[in-house]
């Protein structure tokens, strides 16, 4: 997801910068509303967060120009200010400007999942929205994340082995977090991996998710799955030469 955050308080910019790139948001900061206008009309945000006082405008001032088009009308707003600007109507939130930059992130991902549930269209079912699932004997964990990779699938991968449950997260392809036997991130993912190439019997299931479904849950993998995969088939090769 991207966020767009206007402010002419630098330190202020960084902190919030800081907040959303944790919780896995590609983050812009400017402090001109006129420059921001000419990124908008290249790159839409999935949220714009603007302090009341900018380099050339005021944030509300920038709200009523980005409402302007069409394009843009749905992008959720949030404006950092000690009241309502009374001539601006249809603010999707205003807080105050010493909220934590933390609560500014969650406060921006609930209106985001909100307009998520109003404009997405349930899918009729069918044979690429259903789940999938099978036994990890006729295919390897390795070649099934492989293959949630290339095929940018969003969803979440199950996987039952010797009567632990492990939980993958994929998000367009990319596995942001993992769960099992205690261990998350990256550390789960090997130890699982490790598991299954010991005991390559389980179950796996495939659910697939939209983004919105599991907007709370935290990111633990930063690594592509292409970058993660390898450096597990490295340290697996290293463990299994030890051994030898």
Do not use: C
């Amino acid at each position: 997801m991207k966020a767009l955050i206007l402010t002419g308080q630098p330190k202020r910019g960084v902190a919030l910068k800081d907040s959303f790139v944790l919780s896995g948001f590609d983050v812009q900061v400017e402090d001109s509303a006129l420059y921001a206008m000419t990124l908008l009309e290249r790159h839409r945000p999935d949220v714009i967060v603007s302090t009341a006082s900018l380099s050339d405008l005021a944030g509300a001032e920038f709200f009523e120009m980005v409402r302007s088009d069409p394009q843009l009308a749905l992008v959720p707003f949030v404006l950092l200010d000690h009241t309502t600007p009374a001539k601006v109507g249809d603010l999707d939130l205003v807080l105050p400007p010493d909220t934590p930059a933390a609560e500014v992130v969650r406060s921006a991902y609930k209106l985001i999942l909100e307009l998520t549930r109003k404009t997405h269209a349930p899918e009729a079912a069918n044979p690429a929205t259903q789940g999938i699932q099978g036994r990890l004997g006729d295919m390897s964990l390795f070649e099934l994340a492989q293959w949630l990779a290339k095929s940018a699938k969003t969803g979440r991968l199950r996987v039952e082995v010797e009567g632990e449950s492990a939980s993958w997260l994929f998000s367009k392809g990319q596995l942001i977090h993992a769960e099992y036997a205690g261990k998350s991130g990256e550390d789960a993912v090997l130890h699982l991996l490790l598991q299954v190439e010991n005991r390559p019997s389980g179950h796996f299931h495939f659910e697939p998710l939209t983004e919105a479904d599991f907007f709370l849950e935290p990111i633990t993998i930063r690594k592509s799955t292409d970058q993660l995969l390898l450096s597990m088939a490295v340290e697996m090769d290293h463990r299994q030469q030890g051994i030898n």
